[in-house]
Structures are given as C-alpha cells and as structure tokens.
C-alpha cells in the first residue's frame, strides 16, 4: 500500500493591525484624541527645493543690495520672498502640525499648534449640532481633475471647526462614528432612555416649525429667552424707544498682511513702468509712444486703487460697525465708519411670523470664487426674514449664524409682540 506523503500546512501569517494615525481615549461620556500628520513623500523634494530657493533668494537680495537697483526688480524681490514665506509655512506645518481635542460635559475644547498654539477654540456642550466629514478640493491634476481633501467638520450654531484633513476615510467615518455616539450619550440624563435625547437637543429645533420640510423655518415663541451664542459680535442694548444691535468689523491681519503685499507688487510696478516712461518721454517713438504706454498702464492703476481701497478696508475694519435699530413701527439698517454711512428704513404695520432660512446673500459671487479654486469655502450663513400677512417679506437680517439668527428672531417675538397681532 503506497504511502501518502505528509504536506504539512503553511501557518497563515496574520495580517498586522492597522495602526491609528490618531491617539485615541474615549469612554461613553468623554473622549479626547491628539492628531499629527505623517511624513508625507513630497516632505524630502520640498526640503531640498526650499533650500535652493533659499540661497536663490539671499543671493537675489545681496545683489540687489549692491546694484541698488528699482522699479522692476523690486518687484520680482518681493514675489520671491513672498513665494519664501509661503513654502516656509508649509514646510513648517508639515513637519510640526498638532490638533489637541477633547470632549465632554463641558463641551468641545480644541487646539492647534504649529510649535506655538495658533488656533484655541471652546465651544459649549448645548451650541455643538453633529460632527461630520467634510471635503474641498486640495490640488489639480495637469488634466484639470480634481484632489480633494476630507476632514472633520463640527457643526455648531456659531462658525464651524475643521481639523485632521489628512486622514484617511475609513478613519474618518470610525472618528465621526464615536464622537457622535459620545455626543448623544453626553446629552442623554443618567436615568433616561435614548428615545428622550431629542427632548434635551438643543438642535431639535425648540420653538420652531418647519415649513415644507425644506430650509425656510418659522421662529415660533420659546419657553425661556434665548442667549447669544459663545463668541457672539452683536451688541445689545435697549432703550425706552428702541433695541439696538450692533456688530463691529473684526480686524483681520493676514487680510491686511495679504492687502499689503498685492499693493506693493501692483502700485511699484505701475510706479516703476510710469517712471520709466517719463524718462524715456522724447525718445524712441515720442509722444505717441508715451500716450500708448500710458493707456496700457491704465488697467493695472485701476486695479491698483481697488487693491489701495481694500487695503483701507482691512486696516480700519475696527472702526466698521453694522447696525440694526429695532423701533416701535420700523426697523433701521446703517453701515458706515464712526457712525457716518448709509442708512435704510423699514416700516413695519403688522407681521405674520418670522423666518429662519440659508442666506443665499452674495451665493453666485462665492460660487464663482470657490468653485473651482483651491481655497475653502466660505462659511455657511443664515438671514432673519420678516414675513407680512400678504406673505410678503419685509426686511431681511442677513450674514448670520444660526445661533446668532435664532437669538435675533427670539428678541423680536418677544420685545415687539404687537407687531404680530
């Protein structure tokens, strides 16, 4: 009888645990993560190419030193510097991103650090919505396609939180998985079932009524007055004739910093080309030559003393207050630099209720600037909308948040009930 030979098996290798990019600690009623992106494989090439262009950029600077040399290449000077500080700040952030988060009870405390903390923001238990992914387009293939980067959004009443954009997706949807889970849990009392969360939701829509089911809401009269959210611009005061609200511009200063650099570059090019047309003027072409360097320059002064009158802008943002003025039969919109600018009035017989609904203000300009560009878009807002027994809308409070559009539509239910007999 013919012996069989003995194979024996092959011991299955088992497969290495996937490991976390995060640092995750949870239990049902807290969790805090650390995230730190991975070297990415360009990290090395960008390396070398920022030191090329480093020593590029100090050889350019010594010569020009020396030379003492204008116009032109003052501006070639700073676009190199300014390309410098860009890729410096992306290199800096590859290598030493940090995003602190944790919840609980007292809500969502994050920080992002970039070896000094750069962003710190808290945000209070009964103002956070959900936590969900988000996507916006990172680069473009020679091809014109789209690389899309996703992240984790906080949905809240007040502005949103972005964070941990290089993880990968399987990551993301077990991250928002938990964070939700230990979100309904934190709002959920100890001896309650989960069938009750919704009647402790401060999303689930309290005092207002959906009309259609789409994103118009009609505000109805809540129990307790509403409070302004955390971190909230507005201003209330109130007076016997009358309830002012009023937001000053906050004073932004990577907007003046870029400001800054578009008008240098445009207003010394334009400098620098004028100049040298007027010492040329007489001289190869005469007259008619200078008329025709004159007219091509007149697109870029144009553009010039619109970048001048933004950068005004930004630097005197503080000094910008918008206002509402609720009367007793009228509502006043203003704008305008130490109280000096445009007014608007509202007059006011009776209404029949007022709205909540996604400002669509200025949404085909955003459109066309964030559709396909690389920057992210813009933050999502909200108008307070005024409605009249014709159905007619009367005034618009726009460029709100939700928080802020639900506090504002509380106090007028509230301080001008006759309105709404």
């Known amino acids: 009888m013919a012996k069989t030979r003995h194979i024996p098996k092959r011991k299955r290798k ?11 600690r949870s239990d049902d009623r807290w969790l805090e993560f650390t995230y730190q992106p991975r070297g990415h494989f360009l990290e090395k090439p960008l390396l070398i190419w ?4 480093t020593v590029g950029s100090v050889f350019f600077t010594v010569v020009f030193i020396k030379e003492r040399c204008f116009g032109g290449m003052v501006t070639a000077g700073v676009i190199l510097w300014v390309i410098w500080f860009i890729t410096f700040w992306v290199v800096l952030k590859k290598r030493y991103l940090r995003e602190d988060f944790s919840l609980d009870r007292g809500g969502v405390h994050f920080q992002r650090r970039v070896i000094v903390p750069i962003k710190t923001r808290h945000i209070p238990l009964e103002e956070i919505e959900e936590f969900a992914t988000y996507s916006r387009v990172a680069a473009q293939t020679e091809y014109g396609d789209d690389i899309k980067a996703s992240g984790i959004e906080i949905k809240t009443l007040g502005k949103r939180v972005r964070m941990s954009e290089e993880l990968p997706a399987w ?12 979100l309904r849990n934190l709002r959920r009392p100890n001896n309650e079932t989960a069938a009750s969360v919704a009647e402790h939701d401060p999303t689930a829509r309290k005092g207002i009524k959906r009309k259609g089911g ?3 809401r009609s505000l109805e009269l809540a129990k307790q007055p509403r409070k302004p959210q955390s971190g909230c611009r507005w201003k209330y005061r109130k007076d016997s004739e009358s309830i002012r609200l009023t ?28 100049v040298h047309s007027i010492m040329t003027s007489g001289k190869e072409g005469g007259v008619v030559m ?8 007149i697109p870029f002064q144009a553009v010039g003393v619109l970048a001048f009158m933004g950068l005004i802008s930004a630097v005197t943002a503080p000094l910008q207050v918008a206002g509402w003025r609720i009367k007793r039969n009228a509502i006043q919109r203003s704008y305008g630099i130490l109280g000096i600018g445009p007014r608007k009035t509202f007059a006011i017989d009776s209404l029949a209720r007022v709205q909540i609904k996604a400002d669509n203000e200025y949404k085909w300009i ?3 600037l964030y559709a396909r560009s690389l920057w992210p878009d813009p933050e999502p807002t909200t108008a307070v909308i005024l409605i009249d027994k014709n159905k007619r809308e009367v005034c618009r409070i726009g460029r ?3 928080g802020e559009a639900l506090w504002i539509g509380d106090i007028i239910l509230r301080e001008r009930a006759e309105w709404f007999g």
């Open 247 to 274: 937001r000053r511009r906050r004073f932004e200063p990577k907007t003046v910093f870029a400001m800054l650099v578009v008008n240098f570059i445009l207003n010394v090019f334009v400098f620098s080309m004028l």
């Open 171 to 182: 990551e993301h949807e077990k991250l928002i998985w938990k964070l939700n889970s230990v």
């Open 14 to 24: 088992r497969p290495k645990p996937v490991e976390l990019i995060t640092r995750l």
């Open 214 to 216: 789409g994103s118009i």
């Open 50 to 53: 920022f030191s090329i262009w």
């Open 400 to 402: 709100l948040t939700k």
């Open 290 to 297: 200078d008329v025709f360097s004159f007219a091509l320059l």
């Open 366 to 368: 955003f459109k066309m």
